[in-house]
């Protein structure tokens, strides 16, 4: 890729996630960058009779601003695929068409392109 600015956290127990948070803050912060809370979502599963169950409700923070849960019908886009408290969302037919039309205005070079393609 050119450059990426997106970025996954995962953490086995949610206990651990807001020191997590905080360490990348802190590696951000010593870099000249931040982590934008707004532009943040957070998605925490929890296990119930075999299934996945995700929290409604906000349970972290970044720079004291709460961060969006993902709710069970409310997807994230990660490097162009949607993602959600199911997993990764298959594209409809519509995202599909636009595949190529999104890549063609991509700036990256041709081997970018074709590895994106694969």
């Known amino acids: 890729m050119a450059f990426t ?4 956290l995962l953490e086995e127990e949610e206990v651990r996630v807001p020191n997590t948070l905080a360490e990348v803050e802190d ?3 010593a870099r000249g960058m931040e982590v934008n809370p707004r532009k943040n979502a957070g998605l925490c599963i929890r ?3 075999g299934k996945s169950i995700p929290r409604v409700r906000p349970v972290f923070r970044v720079d004291g ?3 969006r849960p993902v709710k069970a019908m409310d997807p994230f886009r990660y490097l162009g695929y949607g993602f959600g408290s199911f997993g990764i969302r298959r594209p409809n037919l ?3 068409q636009m595949m190529p039309t999104n890549l063609h205005r991509a700036a990256l ?3 970018q392109k074709f590895f994106l393609l694969k």
């Not at 600015?5 to 996954?8: E, G, K, N, R, V």
């Open 5 to 8: 600015d997106d970025l996954i």
């Open 27 to 29: 590696f951000f912060a």
């Open 47 to 49: 296990g119930y009779e």
């Open 65 to 67: 601003h709460w961060i």
């Open 94 to 96: 519509y995202a599909l």
């Open 109 to 111: 070079n041709v081997d």
